[in-house]
């Protein structure tokens, strides 16, 4: 079968690789839909903590399970399924989690092996072209889980990319009111239509301060102290975005914390619930989320769109695999 996969950074190749055969834990899924996302682009140009190579990219994936023939996205984690964290519903913390696409192989091929745990069914009323979009809508809902979203809080997001604009849309489903933050003219035309439709204000920063939680959804190290800032003591703050290596905080930063009694928690991927909570909200949604699709490119493309992503330049770009 063909595979695309990062050899090193900087090379990626579509390879005709077998596929392994699976243990009775696992099956195959016949991969149909694969989205693009900006960590495939970063780790293709500089790599990425969790990263072995080489490797199938690809963790935004849906297709059909070839045991059971049903239609079926793809949680991209393999846990233990018995430590705390699994047995609690976290299993994305679970210490002995393997990640598709990261450290175990992706999506970015005609079919991969894949835990029978790791499977969710898709929805009537959900297509298969849709569906792999449950994965980022997930890790937002992680993150407003995480900030112990309430109806009515208000919700400052970081960056309009098309993560940024599925968490002001996932903010919605917990009834909170999300501000989506962003400098670049051209990534709120980009996705106008959408936030008209969904009533999501955007722009550059307000001015008005009291917000209940603010997100990152953009790697802006000064994102940090003005999201802090701007919300109310007591509010939190949620780094859902990794910040760059070579930056360093300042204790101001730290003591707004301090003496705001402000929370700060991080978020880094989803569980198998939020992914349920994902599928529900594209079958409510699908004609909004529709508006964040740039179109279908195929295995063969891929490379070459890579360069948009990592800039922050493209809405999603979905990978049809036949
Ligand atoms: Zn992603
Ligand atoms: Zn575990």
Request: proline share 5%; net charge negative.
């Amino acid at each position: 079968m063909k595979a695309l996969r990062l050899h090193q950074v900087g090379e990626l190749r579509l390879d005709e690789v077998t596929l392994p055969e699976p243990s009775p834990e696992e099956t195959v899924v016949r991969v149909r839909y694969c989205a693009l996302c900006r960590t495939d682009a970063k780790m293709w140009q500089k790599g990425q903590r969790d990263l072995v190579l080489p490797r199938v990219l690809g963790h935004e994936v849906s297709g059909i399970d070839l045991t059971s023939g049903r239609e079926v996205v793809v949680w991209p984690g393999a846990t233990c399924g018995s430590c705390s964290f699994c047995i609690q519903g976290s299993e994305n913390l679970c210490p002995d989690i393997h990640i598709m696409g990261f450290n175990r192989d992706g999506g970015l091929a005609q079919a991969m092996v894949v835990p029978k745990e790791s499977l969710i069914p898709v929805p009537a009323g959900v297509s298969l072209r849709l569906a792999c979009l449950a994965e980022p809508l997930a890790c937002c809902l992680n993150a407003l889980h995480q900030i112990q979203t309430r109806p009515g809080d208000r919700i400052l997001v970081f960056g309009a990319g098309p993560v940024g604009l599925l968490m002001g849309l996932a903010a919605r489903s917990f009834s909170a009111r999300a501000f989506v933050v962003e400098k670049e003219p051209a990534r709120l035309e980009q996705s106008q239509v959408y936030l008209d439709r969904l009533g999501i204000p955007a722009g550059t920063q307000p001015s008005a301060k009291g917000f209940d939680a603010a997100i990152n959804v953009c790697a802006a190290t000064d994102t940090l102290f003005s999201g802090l800032r701007s919300t109310r003591a007591g509010g939190s703050f949620c780094l859902f975005s990794g910040l760059p290596h070579e930056d360093t905080i300042t204790s101001d930063v730290v003591n707004e914390i301090h003496y705001r009694q402000l929370r700060v928690t991080g978020a880094y991927g989803c569980t198998r619930a939020q992914f349920h909570e994902a599928l529900d909200i594209i079958r409510q949604h699908d004609r909004d989320i529709e508006l964040l699709v740039e179109g279908e490119i195929t295995l063969e493309e891929v490379t070459g769109h890579l360069p948009r992503i990592a800039d922050g330049q493209a809405l999603k770009i979905l990978v049809r695999i036949e």
